[in-house]
């Protein structure tokens, strides 16, 4: 909470007991680290996709 510039969003959590205020904390990184992490695996497949296909465009196979 010391974090907080704004006295006003400081003062909202202030009467609350700490296993609350550690319980929103929690809440908040667990969503941050999921969205991170969907964020990661729909890149992930991306790149996979874009790999594969210039794979099937531009990869010659040697002729024998």
Request: glycine fraction near 6%; hydrophobic fraction near 35%; charged fraction near 40%.
């Amino acid at each position: 909470m010391r974090e907080l510039d704004d006295p006003k969003l400081r003062g909202e959590d202030q009467d609350e007991p700490d296993h609350l205020l550690f319980l929103k904390a929690y809440a908040l990184c667990e969503g941050y680290l999921r969205r991170v992490e969907e964020d990661a695996h729909f890149v992930g497949r991306s790149v996979r996709a874009m790999i594969g296909y210039m794979r099937k465009q531009f990869y010659q196979p040697d002729q024998k």
